[in-house]
């Protein structure tokens, strides 16, 4: 396992609590009439976090106009993106910065999640990972599905399968990764259920003793 390439939502960090709260604002405000008793909670979003965004906005808002439900996304992207700069609270999961930067003393580390462009420069801000993550790739910037993106990653930075694993805590994750022609480690803390996953950790530090 030398690369190891990184989910971000359920298995570096929980913000669904406030991204929740970004996204009703959002509701609130477009004020969309076939959305008026809609109310995102947390637990919602960890049902939907780790698919692509358009697929979210599908899930939540439904069969509205598709102007105003691409306008609807951007905004709870863009209030998304000031909730979380501006939170201060830590929602990092416990010891995910300190194990991290200690795998990248040997490992190549890296990022790939469905989340929109902006989003992991954000997150590598927020939880002190400058410096340690050499590439990442998102829908948001490609428009490409997960298994594509992580392709992508490897192609650009020359990984061979064989050396490197996905780490992500949702079935998505995981059929996203074997299609992409790499092994799978199973973050069983996070949001999703995966059944017979290559490899499983409780917590993010356990990956110290399996990387």
């Given at each position: 396992?030398?690369?190891?390439?990184?989910?971000?939502?359920?298995?570096?960090w929980?913000?669904?609590?406030?991204?929740a709260?970004?996204?009703?604002?959002?509701?609130r405000?477009?004020?969309?009439?076939?959305?008026?008793?809609?109310?995102v909670?947390?637990?919602m979003?960890?049902?939907e976090?780790?698919?692509p965004?358009?697929?979210?906005a599908?899930?939540?808002?439904?069969d509205?106009?598709?102007?105003?439900?691409?306008r609807l996304?951007?905004?709870c992207?863009?209030?998304?993106?000031?909730?979380?700069?501006?939170?201060?609270d830590?929602?990092?999961y416990?010891?995910?910065?300190?194990?991290l930067?200690?795998?990248?003393?040997?490992h190549?580390?890296?990022i790939?999640?469905n989340?929109?462009d902006?989003?992991?420069e954000?997150?590598?801000?927020?939880?002190?990972?400058?410096g340690?993550?050499?590439?990442?790739?998102c829908?948001g910037r490609?428009e490409l599905?997960?298994?594509?993106?992580?392709?992508?990653?490897?192609?650009?930075n020359?990984?061979?399968?064989?050396?490197?694993?996905y780490?992500?805590?949702?079935?998505?994750d995981?059929?996203?990764?074997?299609?992409?022609g790499?092994?799978?480690?199973y973050?069983?803390?996070?949001?999703?259920?995966?059944?017979?996953?290559?490899?499983?950790?409780g917590?993010?530090?356990?990956?110290?003793?399996?990387?």
């Amino acid at each position: 396992m030398k690369n190891l390439i990184f989910d971000i939502d359920g298995t570096l960090w929980n913000t669904t609590g406030v991204v929740a709260g970004a996204w009703n604002k959002a509701v609130r405000e477009m004020a969309v009439p076939e959305l008026t008793r809609l109310n995102v909670t947390a637990d919602m979003l960890k049902k939907e976090f780790g698919k692509p965004m358009d697929v979210i906005a599908d899930d939540l808002f439904g069969d509205i106009d598709a102007g105003v439900k691409a306008r609807l996304l951007s905004l709870c992207c863009e209030y998304e993106q000031e909730a979380l700069a501006e939170c201060e609270d830590d929602l990092r999961y416990e010891g995910m910065t300190e194990t991290l930067k200690k795998l990248s003393e040997d490992h190549n580390l890296f990022i790939v999640s469905n989340c929109q462009d902006g989003y992991i420069e954000l997150v590598i801000k927020k939880t002190g990972l400058s410096g340690i993550i050499k590439d990442f790739e998102c829908f948001g910037r490609t428009e490409l599905q997960k298994d594509e993106n992580i392709r992508l990653v490897m192609e650009r930075n020359g990984l061979a399968p064989a050396d490197t694993v996905y780490i992500g805590d949702t079935m998505g994750d995981f059929v996203a990764t074997h299609k992409a022609g790499i092994k799978f480690v199973y973050a069983s803390y996070g949001f999703g259920d995966v059944t017979e996953p290559d490899y499983s950790i409780g917590a993010i530090g356990e990956l110290l003793s399996l990387a």
